[in-house]
Structures are given as structure tokens and as C-alpha cells.
């Protein structure tokens, strides 16, 4: 089993008033299923409204993140899966449900975590 991140950033969500309202109701249905299946590890939203810093080996906190990284905001689900071919499946009932295209990535396994 492998660990898939699930995402899009807020740009894609186009989706205005009434249907942003289906949108909610439907994702918070697709992401009620993962968790009835047993695949659900976590999701939510990036809050933009806590400002991003970049902390130091030293404790030192800087405004911003890396200068040379893209923003990151917008929703995610994290969902424990059996294979690629699954994950896609899961991304493109949430890419139904939130009316906009879904990134998947792939968590590298790491035995010690």
C-alpha cells in the first residue's frame, strides 16, 4: 500500500455561489467513502490566511516560503492505496466532485516513519 497525495491549487477552483455549494456538499461525499473504505489518512485545505514562514535549522523564522517554489494552497486528501491505478480512480471522483482537475503524487516509502 502506498500513500497518495490527492490536490489542486485554489486558481482551480472556478467553481462560484450555488455550485461551490454542490462542490463542497459532493467532496465532503467522496471524501466521506474513502473514509467508510478504509483509505482515508487526511485532507483538508491550505488556510492562505495564516502567512507561510520558512524556519532555520537555528530557530531563525523568515517571512515567506522558499522564494523559488511554487504557492501552495488549494485542497488535498491523503489516501492509503493499493495501487497507481486505484489512486486515479479516487482523483477523479474528487476531480468530479470538486468541478476541477486533481494532481496526484506518489509519497516515497520510507521504512523508518
Do not use: N
Amino acid at each position: 500500500m502506498a500513500k497518495y497525495l490527492i490536490s489542486f491549487p485554489a486558481a482551480a477552483m472556478v467553481a462560484r455561489d450555488a455550485e461551490l455549494e454542490h462542490a463542497s456538499r459532493d467532496s465532503h461525499a467522496v471524501i466521506e467513502a474513502a473514509k467508510a473504505a478504509g483509505v482515508y489518512v487526511f485532507g483538508g485545505g491550505i488556510d492562505a490566511g495564516v502567512p507561510v514562514v520558512r524556519v532555520s535549522g537555528d530557530g531563525s523564522v523568515a517571512e515567506g516560503g522558499y522564494p523559488s517554489g511554487p504557492e501552495l494552497d488549494g485542497g488535498f486528501a491523503v489516501l492509503e492505496l493499493p495501487s497507481r491505478d486505484a489512486a486515479v480512480a479516487w482523483a477523479a471522483r474528487l476531480a468530479t466532485a470538486c468541478r476541477c482537475d486533481q494532481e496526484l503524487r506518489a509519497f516515497h516509502f520510507d521504512p523508518a516513519s
